[in-house]
Every structure is written in C-alpha cells, then in structure tokens.
C-alpha cells in the first residue's frame, strides 16, 4: 500500500492534556514534526476544570518525595531538568498572572482557559498539526508506528502515549494507554482511584449520619505516612484534602488514625481542669476544639456527661484517645468518578527515566497519568506531566 507522504511525521503524541501538550511542544522547538491526536472536542479538559476553573498549575516545592511509585525515585530526573521556575517561566512570558494560595500551590489569577491558551499557542507557534475528535482505532509497529484513526493514518518512528489514567470518565478518560503497554509487552501496575473521597461501611454510615458537612483540622495517618489538613464528612463517607492525600497510600481493610486535636492536647488540658477543680463537662471542653455538631456527636457515642473533677484520670485520659485517635476502616473508594488522579499504570521499571522511552521497545514513550507516578493534591500532578512531556519532547 503506497503511504501518504503527508501524513508522516517525526512523532505521533497520543492525547492533548497537560503532558502531551508539553511534549509537543518541546519537540516542535527542537524542529521536529508532530502530530498531536487527541479523542476530545477541546484539548486540556482536565486542565480547564482543574483548581475550581483557576487551575493549580504547579507547586514550588515539588520534589521526589510527594510523589507515589513503586520506585519512588524514578521521577527525579525529569523533575530536576524541569522545574516550577520553567514553567513559571512560560506563563511569564505569555503574562498571565498567578498567586500562590497555600502550601506552595499556585494557582491563575484569572482562569484555567490562559493555560490552555498558553499552551496551544506555543504549539502553533511550532508547527505542531493537531486533530482533535480524533478517536485512535489500532497501532502497529514495522520501520515505523502506524496509528489508524476515525480520521486517517499517520506514520511516525516515535509515539508517546499521553492519555492519562481513568479518573473523571465524564471527561473522555480510557484505557487506551493501558492498552497500547500491553500490545507491546510492557507491564502496567493495577490502576487504582487516587485523590480520591473515602467511603464508610454501613455501620460507620448510620453510626455518623448527621455529620456531612462538618469540616475540621485534622492530623490524618496510615502506613506510616501522615498529612495535616481538613476533613470533611460526606453523605458517604470522608472526603477534604487530608483525606484525598491519604487516599493515594491506603489499600482495602487498612484503618485510618485521625487527630481531631492536633495543636492542642486534649489529654494534658482535661487533667489540668480536673486539677483546677472544674465542673465543666469533658463534651463542652471538647466542643471548644472541634465543630459543635461532631463534639456533640463524640459526646454521646462515647458517654461524656459528668464534670472532669468528678472523673477518674483513666477516664478522662479515654476521652482524650478517642479525640486524638479515632481509628476509622473505610469500606473502599468513591471510585474513578471522583477521583482527580490514577495510581498505578505504566511499570516506570520498563522506561528511562530520563527520556520516558521504553527499554523493549524503541521509539515508544509514555508520560504523565498514564505512568505510575502519582503526585499529591496540590499541584504536583501538573508538575509531574509538564516535567515527563518535556523530557520525552527532547528526545522524540
């Protein structure tokens, strides 16, 4: 069959999200000629919905440390060669202004659209061909990958595979990345929810029916990793930002230990008023600390009701516990619908970490979601595509 000229390229980049976008653009600046497919009608959805519309685009102190992998070191090579200050670089250039809201998070000043913005205007500006509505029916592999598509055929002796993970279906999320790994023998580490609410069994469910709404500081632990934040109670279960954190370490029967009280020991406070003779009840002190509605609910699940001079300092040091340590096993997760992020997917054991090309397989890339690379809340995903799409875009 005699090929279409026009239709060959240097580099096919499956998916125009944060990584894909990023890689064709460090590959147009390099002079290469690429094409960008991507199944939706827009580009960048996850990135126009992100941060509430405003978009938390990185965080200045991402390192290898808030990121979650079987080999967590796997991620620093990109990540040093490829930092917030690039990225901020860029948004610079194109003036669009930002802010940083809280723990290094940085967010638009105006909306998420400048982003998208930004960067479809820096692979324009490299001749970089994208077709959008562009639904990818099979790849093969001769001198060169050929990708057969709803919209025609397209050679190229690079792909990089940019379609991220399964989270938030709504917005066109699919296996196709999964897929394209396993064709060509790669392993692919079980995706699973990540960043993700956590729900109740149907005991805890009625055992705290009343609460949703009711959001509190907390100091959330399990498997030895630990984040301070809110948590939020749900119709369902437990979400807010410790508890979506915490989500990307926990695993099916392990129990969560939440401090309800993390900058104030109760323990220390209820025996200091036991001493000062007071009459206060241990449910009214603990309503000082925590939202009125949960104080009252531990007030009655655990049985406060005398005054703490009256109280034995066993029982007093129990009501502490269950503030401090409230041990809670979710019955699973929200799922793939509420999740932001993918844990899990391609083996990082089968790919360069500088180039993100697979080792079987030359001329075959992947990067961003659809690695197993999972950042925290707070930015450091974005980081993690921006800095993957480049390395990969300088070596396509």
Same mark, same amino acid.
């Given at each position: 069959?005699?090929?279409?000229?026009?239709?060959?390229?240097?580099a096919i980049i499956l998916g125009a999200g944060a990584a894909g976008l990023m890689c064709a653009i460090a590959a147009g600046r390099r002079g290469r000629r690429v094409a960008l497919l991507e199944r939706n009608a827009e580009v960048g959805e996850k990135i126009r919905i992100s941060g509430g519309g405003r978009c938390n685009f990185t965080n200045v102190h991402a390192s290898p440390e808030n990121y979650v992998s079987q080999n967590h070191r796997f991620?620093? +090579?990109?990540?040093?060669?490829?930092?917030?200050?690039?990225?901020?670089?860029?948004?610079?250039?194109?003036?669009?202004?930002?802010?940083?809201?809280?723990?290094?998070q940085l967010f638009c000043d105006t909306t998420a659209r400048d982003i998208i913005q930004m960067l479809t205007s820096e692979c324009r500006f490299t001749g970089v061909t994208l077709h959008t509505r562009c639904d990818v029916e099979s790849i093969t592999k001769e001198e060169v990958f050929t990708v057969t598509s709803n919209q025609g055929v397209w050679n190229a002796p690079s792909l990089v595979v940019?379609?991220?993970?399964?989270?938030?279906?709504?917005?066109?999320?699919?296996?196709?990345?999964?897929?394209?790994?396993?064709?060509?023998?790669?392993?692919?580490?079980?995706?699973?929810?990540?960043?993700?609410?956590?729900?109740?069994?149907?005991?805890?469910?009625?055992?705290?029916?009343?609460?949703?709404g009711v959001s509190f500081d907390a100091l959330v632990s399990c498997r030895d990793v630990s984040f301070r934040e809110n948590v939020l109670f749900t119709h369902r279960g437990l979400s807010g930002?410790?508890?979506?954190?915490?989500?990307?370490?926990?695993?099916?029967?392990?129990?969560?230990?939440?401090?309800?009280?993390? +900058?104030?020991?109760?323990?220390?406070?209820?025996?200091?008023?036991?001493?000062?003779? +007071?009459?206060?009840?241990?449910?009214?002190?603990?309503?000082?600390?925590?939202?009125?509605?949960?104080?009252?609910?531990?007030?009655?699940?655990?049985?406060?009701?005398?005054?703490?001079?009256?109280?034995?300092?066993?029982a007093l040091l129990e009501a502490?516990?269950?503030?401090?340590?409230?041990?809670?096993?979710?019955?699973?997760?929200?799922?793939?619908?509420?999740?932001?992020?993918?844990?899990?997917?391609?083996?990082?054991?089968e790919l360069s970490p500088k180039t993100m090309e697979s080792k079987r397989v030359p001329g075959l890339y992947f990067i961003g979601e659809v690695v197993d690379v999972t950042?925290?809340?707070?930015?450091?995903?974005?980081?993690?595509?921006?800095?993957?799409?480049?390395?990969?875009g300088l070596a396509v």
């Open positions: 069959m005699t090929r279409d000229r026009n239709r060959d390229f240097d991620c620093t +090579s990109a990540l040093s060669r490829y930092t917030p200050a690039d990225f901020i670089a860029m948004l610079e250039k194109h003036r669009i202004t930002y802010h940083e809201k809280k723990l290094g940019a379609t991220g993970g399964l989270s938030i279906p709504k917005l066109g999320a699919t296996d196709l990345g999964y897929r394209v790994a396993r064709q060509f023998g790669l392993n692919v580490i079980a995706p699973e929810a990540a960043l993700v609410p956590l729900r109740f069994s149907s005991e805890d469910l009625a055992r705290y029916d009343g609460l949703s930002p410790a508890i979506l954190q915490i989500s990307s370490y926990w695993k099916p029967s392990d129990a969560l230990t939440i401090d309800m009280s993390p +900058s104030i020991r109760l323990d220390e406070h209820l025996l200091a008023l036991k001493r000062k003779g +007071s009459k206060a009840e241990a449910g009214t002190i603990v309503g000082e600390l925590l939202p009125r509605r949960l104080a009252q609910r531990w007030s009655t699940l655990h049985g406060w009701s005398g005054p703490v001079n009256q109280e034995r300092d066993t502490a516990k269950a503030v401090h340590a409230w041990r809670i096993t979710p019955s699973g997760t929200e799922g793939f619908a509420k999740a932001e992020v993918t844990r899990g997917g391609v083996d990082t054991a950042g925290w809340l707070g930015g450091y995903n974005f980081q993690w595509a921006w800095a993957s799409g480049h390395a990969a």
